[in-house]
């Protein structure tokens, strides 16, 4: 089973850009500026786009979430190692 949500990036090509994935349905790809994700936001539907606005609202909430998290994780496991 696929994990609800991945982080991709295109550093060679697309150095400010980070993606977060949501794996299941309705699937997108939601395309931010790696500093502030609600900047230059760009949502890539692989499915279906829902037709209410609050279920997009709430699935991009839900992405940000995860990507605050696991950016929170990974700053603490880096300065894990530098002790």
């Given at each position: 089973?696929?994990?609800?949500?991945?982080?991709?990036?295109?550093?060679?090509?697309?150095?400010?850009?980070?993606?977060?994935?949501?794996?299941e349905?309705?699937?997108?790809?939601?395309?931010?500026?790696?500093e502030?994700?609600?900047?230059?936001?760009?949502?890539?539907?692989?499915?279906?786009?829902?037709?209410?606005?609050?279920?997009?609202?709430?699935?991009?909430?839900?992405?940000?979430?995860?990507?605050?998290?696991?950016?929170?994780?990974?700053?603490?496991?880096?300065?894990?190692?530098?002790?």
């Open positions: 089973m696929l994990p609800k949500f991945l982080i991709a990036d295109n550093s060679q090509e697309l150095p400010e850009t980070i993606f977060v994935i949501h794996t349905e309705p699937r997108f790809i939601v395309e931010s500026d790696i502030d994700f609600n900047s230059n936001q760009i949502i890539h539907w692989i499915d279906e786009k829902p037709k209410k606005e609050s279920l997009i609202e709430d699935y991009l909430a839900d992405a940000e979430e995860f990507l605050n998290t696991e950016l929170e994780s990974q700053e603490d496991l880096f300065d894990e190692d530098d002790l």
